[in-house]
T-cell receptor, first 110, second 113 residues
């Protein structure tokens, strides 16, 4: 079983829809990261969370440490949000290394 | 600032050939990482470095060697390439500390025939 599980694997939405991507992990962590991989392959860090909630523009990330779960929300989705969204965790005691989920492919249709 | 750069962007090797991938960063980051990304799998850490002159093994180090002779550069070597090393390779760097985001290079697509 992977230590980091993302759902769904694939998601298609209409422009304007509210989107949620989920990440569950089975180990103790010190931090959780959300990243975006563009269709061209480039990877960009979106958020780093150790507790609570963070917001940047139309993106919101939350984490529940007790339930070992994080969500990434996109409000008013747009076709330019189409990308792979990746969850990664920094394991407790091994904070230099990240363990990655396999990603969620999001397609937003106009 | 260029951020994190990788050379080359694409490469095709024959089984048994060797090559070196170069990663360079201009952000004065202490930590640097090499990952591989394969279809259907998450990024996996090959090797990493926490400072000039230091390297450590990650999750999938076999078949690879690394060197960090200068703080800004992190080299990944394949001594004898195998088809199983066909992958997309990403370099990343970060500040020290466990809560810092990683900055990624654009990737190198390597095919081993």
């Amino acid at each position: 079983k992977n230590e980091v599980e993302q759902s769904p694997q694939n998601l298609t939405a209409q422009e304007g829809e509210f989107i949620t991507i989920n990440c569950s992990y089975s180990v103790g962590i010190s931090a959780l990261h959300w990243l975006q991989q563009h269709p061209g392959g480039g990877i960009v860090s979106l958020f780093m969370l150790s507790s609570g909630k963070k917001k940047h523009g139309r993106l919101i990330a939350t984490i529940n440490i007790q339930e070992k779960h994080s969500s990434l929300h996109i409000t008013a989705s747009h076709p330019r949000d189409s990308a792979v969204y990746i969850c990664a965790v920094a394991l407790s005691g091994s904070a230099r290394q990240l363990t990655f989920g396999s990603g969620t492919q999001l397609t937003v249709l106009p | 600032n260029a951020g994190v750069t990788q050379t080359p962007k694409f490469r095709v090797l024959k089984t048994g050939q060797s090559m070196t991938l170069l990663c360079a960063q201009d952000m004065n980051h202490e930590y640097m990482y090499w990952y591989r990304q394969d279809p259907g799998m998450g990024l996996r850490l090959i090797h990493y470095s926490v400072g000039e002159g230091t390297t450590a093994k990650g999750e999938v180090p076999d078949g690879y060697n690394v060197s960090r002779l200068k703080k800004q550069n992190f080299l990944l070597g394949l001594e004898s390439a195998a088809p199983s090393q066909t992958s997309v390779y990403f370099c990343a760097s970060s500040w020290t500390g466990q809560y810092n985001e990683q900055f990624f290079g654009p990737g190198t697509r390597l095919t081993v025939l």
